[in-house]
């Protein structure tokens, strides 16, 4: 499971158990101060037996030993050992774990699914005039072949991260896989003009086969990966998406170019983009059903060697809910959050009616933009994943990419229509390297502040404000080019943007989630079971744990 889930499991298994620190803190007391009941226990002893205690304590190797390895401290607050039922917990020695090669197929395999799942998201939008010229219908009516997307997200979003949780990732990943593989193959009998409906209803499926892929990234790398490369095959996962939208602005408009007057070639070169992808889609299912499991034999680390051996029955997936909006600073962030990636979400699906609105007959250079915009993306996203491992600045990290979204929005929207369209790649580039690279940022901040919340429910909250806020912001900002220009729909876009950054410097950073991985001020946490999450206070209420506090959690280092 997610990090925060994994700290919450092991301290309902280990309540109680001291951390290294405080082991520490009470050795030294005991070397100043022989307890009573030491001394009580060597009166009992026979004469001439050496006590089992006392102040030589401390030159012994039980209580010399050292702190526990990395990829136990990377995901639990308190050693694997100690509080557990088996004498090999008892005597401190780790579970047993091992790392297994299927781990690299398992991630290309689901990597590659969610790759052809964020293609047939964009192909109708990169090629809107094609589209509706070949089914007789409007803009907006291709737009929703875009928006359909976000809207089947946010209501569905609670079932597939519950069916994620209780019956695991295989499954999960076979409805995803399969329900791609359904809505591709069933485009292919909508290629004439009359059935647009047909297309919809697949386009609908692909949608919801999109809900079972979009969360799974950070379940595949922390079930299958060891703790010292968990971010980084949750981080390619996250690629595999971004990936498929880039090929979506490139492939679409070399596939169907726009031959407005032979609608045959047109219907044969639409029909070549869908079987393509139905064939890819088929294989892609047939190996998810091959390759994916839910968890290896043997975990790949002692996080998830202690999940698997303690009891889940105080996890409550609405009291989490809960939670998390009570928490002032993740409201926040989910507004802001919402604000950037919807906005990422309207540019992307309105991308060709504004570059067709300012230059036209440039259906394939409109599809190399979108291209270069999310290709910059990546990149943006590596480096500040990297930026942001190293600093732990999370909170300044993630404003000063939204302050330079924000530029980068400004310089696109008023360089758009000087009639250069060499230009236009090199703002767009600047305008994704930002807008797309703050997707992880938001992710990471958002585990950040919500400790010890999972993280799958957190990023399913974050990914369902951003659907709201694309649908919303994609309908506004279609009205207003089409009605006026794509200055007036850009400028739109621009005044929300503003409005998250002031909204992002209100955000509160408390590093919790760094602080326990890394035993910062961990000598002022208690972690104390709760039996019911009603008897603490609204403002400590945690899902089956309490974190009681002699001081706040440390915010984030300064440069």
Request: charged letters at 15%.
């Amino acid at each position: 499971m997610v990090a925060g889930e994994l700290v919450q499991e092991h301290l309902r298994a280990d309540a109680g158990a001291p951390d290294d620190i405080s082991v520490r803190a009470e050795q030294k007391n005991r070397a100043e101060q022989p307890s009573s009941d030491s001394a009580e226990r060597c009166e009992d002893l026979p004469d001439g037996a050496a006590p089992a205690g006392g102040a030589n304590d401390l030159d012994s190797p039980a209580l010399e030993q050292e702190p526990p390895p990395d990829e136990k401290q990377a995901m639990l607050p308190n050693g694997a050992g100690g509080g557990g039922d088996t004498a090999e917990e008892e005597e401190g020695k780790p579970l047993e774990t091992k790392l297994y090669c299927r781990r690299f197929a398992v991630l290309t395999v689901f990597s590659l699914c969610s790759m052809v799942n964020a293609f047939q998201w964009i192909q109708y939008s990169i090629i809107a005039n094609v589209i509706t010229h070949y089914y007789g219908i409007s803009n907006d009516q291709v737009n929703w072949l875009s928006i359909v997307y976000m809207v089947a997200y946010v209501p569905l979003i609670f079932p597939a991260t519950w069916l994620l949780d209780w019956k695991g990732l295989r499954l999960t990943a076979l409805l995803g896989a399969g329900l791609n593989c359904a809505g591709a193959w069933l485009k292919c009998a909508s290629v004439s003009p009359e059935l647009f409906g047909v297309t919809l209803t697949a386009q609908i499926i692909c949608s919801v086969a999109q809900v079972f892929i979009l969360g799974l990234p950070s379940r595949v790398a922390s079930v299958w990966f060891g703790p010292r490369e968990v971010s980084t095959a949750c981080a390619t996962a996250v690629l595999g998406n971004q990936l498929g939208t880039a090929i979506g602005f490139l492939l679409p408009p070399v596939l169907v170019p726009n031959t407005a007057d032979n609608i045959e070639l047109m219907s044969r070169n639409i029909s070549i983009m869908f079987y393509g992808t139905a064939a890819v889609s088929t294989v892609l299912f047939i190996l998810t059903v091959i390759v994916i499991k839910d968890r290896p034999a043997l975990p790949p680390s002692q996080a998830q060697a202690v999940l698997l051996d303690s009891p889940a029955e105080n996890y409550s997936y609405v009291q989490s809910i809960v939670n998390l909006f009570r928490n002032k600073a993740f409201v926040l962030l989910l507004i802001s959050y919402g604000i950037m990636t919807g906005s990422f979400y309207s540019v992307s699906t309105l991308l060709n009616q504004m570059i067709m609105a300012c230059y036209e007959n440039q259906e394939l250079n409109a599809g190399r933009i979108g291209l270069t915009l999310v290709i910059a993306g990546m990149i943006g996203s590596i480096i500040c994943g990297l930026w942001l491992d190293h600093t732990k600045t999370y909170k300044m990290t993630t404003l000063v990419v939204y302050i330079l979204s924000f530029l980068g929005m400004i310089v696109f929207t008023f360089t758009l229509d000087l009639n250069n369209i060499y230009l236009v790649f090199f703002t767009a580039g600047v305008l994704g390297f930002f807008m797309t690279g703050y997707l992880p940022l938001g992710f990471e901040f958002g585990v950040e502040i919500t400790y010890p919340e999972p993280e799958g429910t957190s990023s399913g909250l974050l990914n369902a404000f951003a659907q709201i806020f694309g649908i919303i912001f994609t309908l506004i900002q279609d009205k207003l080019t089409s009605n006026y220009n794509p200055l007036a729909g850009n400028l739109f876009l621009c005044a929300w943007i503003f409005v998250g950054i002031l909204l992002t410097a209100l955000i509160k950073s408390e590093l919790k989630r760094h602080n326990v991985n890394m035993g910062a001020d961990s000598n002022h946490l208690q972690a104390l079971p709760t039996k019911c999450p009603v008897e603490c206070p609204s403002e400590e209420k945690t899902n089956g744990l309490k974190l009681e506090q002699s001081f706040s959690f440390s915010h984030e280092t300064s440069l």
